[in-house]
T-cell receptor, first 114, second 115 residues
Framework: AQSVSQHNHHVILSEAASLELGCNYS??????LFWYVQYPGQHLQLLLK??????LVKGIKGFEAEFIKSKFSFNLRKPSVQWSDTAEYFC????????????FGPGTRLSVLP | DARVTQTPRHKVTEMGQEVTMRCQPI?????VFWYRQTMMQGLELLAY????????DSGMPKDRFSAEMPDATLATLKIQPSEPRDSAVYFC?????????????FGSGTRLTVV
């Protein structure tokens, strides 16, 4: 079965610090990878997705993620965080042989201090 | 921007009562998901539909939960009877699956509290 792990439960950063959130999945076949963000009290929004091609994916709001197949990882990065990035971040994986449903990671809460 | 609309936004009900949550997917989307989010379990897939047909509802407790799409503009999730452990935020998401590319849009969720 697919599973997704996210390395950190809660990350606290100061504004302008660099961010990297880890995501690892367990599936050896072809996967599609996603990062979603959930701002406090709001719904999930797609930050970026990877299907194929360039393993470095750029998303909205200055986020990017790198797919490293050999490490089964899809880490999310941002060079300089802002207070408005305070939110919960979910990594999600869809293994193509498992149909169109997702498996979500447990989420990482990011708190950015002004 | 097109949106997935979920109603109600909040629902407080007594244990044993029937709860119905509604979702209006984005027009033209052919896939609809229901997820439940709790602090303990995170996001869990309950059910999903393609072209209104249920494809997978293995994540849903069948004895009390039911999900339907009576037409392309409405998806419903019912709980009968509701229990306190059903308290959670229920998200609907819709997407257009076309070939190998797709993306989903999530609704704002229904926050359910069963007392």
């Amino acid at each position: 079965a697919q599973s997704v792990s996210q390395h950190n439960h809660h990350v606290i950063l100061s504004e302008a610090a660099s961010l990297e959130l880890g995501c690892n999945y367990s599936y050896g076949g072809t996967v599609n990878l996603f990062w979603y963000v959930q701002y406090p009290g709001q719904h999930l929004q797609l930050l970026l997705k990877y299907f194929s091609g360039d393993p470095l994916v750029k998303g909205i709001k200055g986020f990017e993620a790198e797919f490293i197949k050999s490490k089964f990882s899809f880490n999310l990065r941002k060079p300089s965080v802002q207070w408005s990035d305070t939110a919960e971040y979910f990594c999600a994986v869809n293994a193509q042989n498992y149909g169109q449903n997702f498996v979500f990671g447990p989420g990482t809460r990011l708190s950015v201090l002004p | 921007d097109a949106r997935v609309t979920q109603t109600p936004r909040h629902k407080v009900t007594e244990m044993g009562q029937e709860v119905t949550m509604r979702c209006q997917p984005i027009l033209g989307h052919n896939t609809v998901f229901w997820y439940r989010q709790t602090m303990m379990q995170g996001l869990e897939l309950l059910a999903y539909f393609r072209n209104r047909a249920p494809l997978d509802d293995s994540g849903m407790p069948k004895d009390r939960f039911s999900a339907e799409m009576p037409d392309a503009t409405l998806a419903t999730l019912k709980i009968q009877p509701s229990e306190p452990r059903d308290s959670a935020v229920y998200f609907c998401a819709s997407g257009l699956v076309k070939g190998v590319d797709y993306g989903y849009t999530f609704g704002s969720g229904t926050r359910l509290t069963v007392v």
